[in-house]
């Protein structure tokens, strides 16, 4: 059984930052993929930031040069950082996680309010 919890969400003014972290717990094994997704109210869910098993990190274009995401492979913890944050960045974020490679199970965490608001 894999968890995933999110914290680090919260209120922040435009141009402050916040630290999102997605703590993984559980058998975890052949890790293809973690990564951050975002969901603001009446739109789609929407690709963040991934680090694949192997391969280059991928940020979406709207957040490239603001937003950092790292993993701590010793803590099974993954990070958003998130700077400069603007109000279009409100949003519900998940995190996710896909392992396996033949057989691909996908995973999720039950997401964390961030609201830029002044």
């Known amino acids: 059984q894999v968890q995933l919890v999110e914290s680090g969400g919260g209120l922040v003014q435009p141009g402050g930052s916040l630290r999102l972290s997605c703590a993984a717990s559980?058998?975890?094994?052949?890790?293809?993929?973690m990564g951050w997704y975002r969901q603001a109210p009446g739109k789609q869910r929407e690709l963040v930031a991934v680090i694949p098993g192997g391969g280059t990190i991928y940020y979406a274009d709207s957040v490239k040069g603001r937003f950092t995401i790292s993993r701590d492979n010793a803590k099974n913890t993954m990070y958003l950082q998130m700077n400069s944050l603007k109000p279009e960045d409100t949003a519900v974020y998940y995190c996710?996680?896909?392992?396996?490679?033949?057989?691909?199970?996908?995973?999720w965490g039950q997401g964390t309010q961030v609201t830029v608001s002044s």
């Open positions: 559980g058998s975890i094994s052949s890790i293809r993929a």
């Open positions: 996710n996680l896909k392992t396996g490679w033949t057989v691909v199970r996908e995973y």
